[in-house]
C-alpha cells in the first residue's frame, strides 16, 4: 500500500512538472486514484504475467488513434473515468480497467497529456506495456482527422523519440503485426479486436515527416 501511495504522489508530481517540459502541451489528467492503480496493476499481471508493484512501463513505441467521437470533451469523458463503462462490452471481459491514452489531440492541433507517459495506460491489446497511446479527436466520416492534428501527431512522436527509446510508431490497426513479436505479452489468443484507425494515409504521411527517425518497420503478417 505504501508503494501505491508514492505512486500516486509521482504521479501527481510528474503532472505538475510535466508541463514546464514543453509549451505545446496541455496537461489536463484523467482520474488516477488508487482503483484506477489496482486495476492497471491486475490488467499487467492477467494478461501479461507481468507482477508489478507499480504500473510503470518502459516506451518501446508510440501507437496513433482516433476516438470516433466529435468533440474534445466527449473524449475526454470516454477516458476520465477508472472503470470502463457497460457500453465496452466486446472488451470489458479482459479487464473492468477503463480504456485511457496518454496524449489526447484536438481537431486544432491541440495536444493534451492525460496521464504520465511512463505509467501504463489500456488501449492497444498486447502492447500496453511498452506503448505510448495518442488519441486524436474524431475519425467519423462527419469529422475526418485534420491538417493540424497531423502536424500535432508529427511533432509529438518526435517529442517523445527525443526523450524515451522509441524502436516504433504505429497505426492502432497494425498491433496484430505483433502477434508474434518480443514486445507481444497478450496470453489470450482469443482477445482480439478489429481497428483501422488512424487510417493508413495519416499513417503513412506520420512517417514521412518522422523518417529521420530511423524506426523500425512494423513486421509483416
Known sequence: MKNQQLLIILICLGLSLSSCKSSKIIDRPIDFEQDRIDLSLEYMN??????????????????????????????????????????REAISGASQLNVSSHFLVDRDGTIYRLMPETIMARHVIGLNHVAIGVENVGGTKETPLTDAQLQANIWLVNYLSDKYDIEYVIGHYEYTNFEDHELWLEKDAGYRTEKTDPGKEFMKKVREGTKNRDFKEVPSK
Open 46 to 87: 492477467e494478461r501479461y504475467g507481468l507482477n508489478k508493484e507499480t504500473p510503470a512501463i518502459d516506451p518501446k513505441m508510440v501507437v496513433l488513434h482516433w476516438t470516433a467521437i466529435p468533440t474534445l470533451e466527449s473524449s475526454f469523458n470516454a477516458f476520465k473515468r477508472s472503470i470502463l463503462p457497460q457500453s
